[in-house]
Structure formats: structure tokens, C-alpha cells
């Protein structure tokens, strides 16, 4: 199983930015996916996640009506797309194959991508 992000950088409060997860190594289109940030000196916080066939998603009331998940399971690649982004958002985000759990599991990381908000 591999998770590989990118997508992330520098980007003024009020931008956007997408980013990608290209997987590979299993069945994309079985597996709900999820999008996990740690910002500098805390702890994980769940973003995003996605059913296997795209049609479900969930977000936290923190990042709801700015981030949008989604999924091309021809393509085996997750998108986290980011609006109106806050100096609060920057982190190290990851994608993380959920074992659709309650509470939420994941059995596999990427490496991650960086994301900072600042002007």
C-alpha cells in the first residue's frame, strides 16, 4: 500500500489550494478514505472523509463549507479541495485509508504535504 500526497505550500489567508492523494498497492474503489492534519505542536485532527464510491463525505465544523472531498476512483487519487483558507489551517496534511470505524481508524499514512497560510 503506498499513499502519496502533494498539493500542499505557501498561500495568502482568503486562497485556496487542492490537494492530491495518488494511491496505489490495494483496491481504491472498496476503501473509505480520509484527509488527517497535525498542525505545529498538537495533535492529529480528522478533516475529511469519503465513502468508497464518493457519495458520502463528512467534515469537522472547523474546515465545513471550505473543504471539499472528493474522489476519482478510475484515477485512484483523493482530492482535498481548500477555500477560503485561515492561518489556522496550516499543517501537515495527510490521507489515511479508513477502516470505517466508529471512532475513526486508519491503517495506512502517506507522508504528508505541508500547508501554510500566511501573508
Known amino acids: 500500500v503506498q499513499l502519496v500526497e502533494s498539493g500542499g505550500g505557501l498561500v495568502q489567508p482568503g486562497g485556496s489550494l487542492r490537494l492530491s492523494c495518488a494511491a496505489s498497492g490495494f483496491t481504491f474503489s472498496t476503501y473509505y478514505m480520509s484527509w488527517v492534519r497535525q498542525a505545529p505542536g498538537k495533535g492529529l485532527e480528522w478533516v475529511s472523509n469519503i465513502d468508497s464510491g464518493g457519495g458520502s463525505t463528512n467534515y469537522p465544523d472547523s474546515v465545513k463549507d471550505r473543504f471539499t472531498i472528493s474522489r476519482d476512483n478510475a484515477k485512484n487519487t483523493l482530492y482535498l479541495q481548500m477555500n477560503s483558507l485561515k492561518p489556522e489551517d496550516t499543517a501537515l496534511y495527510y490521507c489515511?485509508?479508513?477502516?470505517?470505524?466508529?471512532?475513526?481508524?486508519?491503517?495506512?499514512w502517506g507522508q504528508g504535504t505541508q500547508v501554510t497560510v500566511s501573508s
Open positions: 489515511a485509508r479508513d477502516k470505517a470505524t466508529m471512532p475513526p481508524e486508519y491503517d495506512y
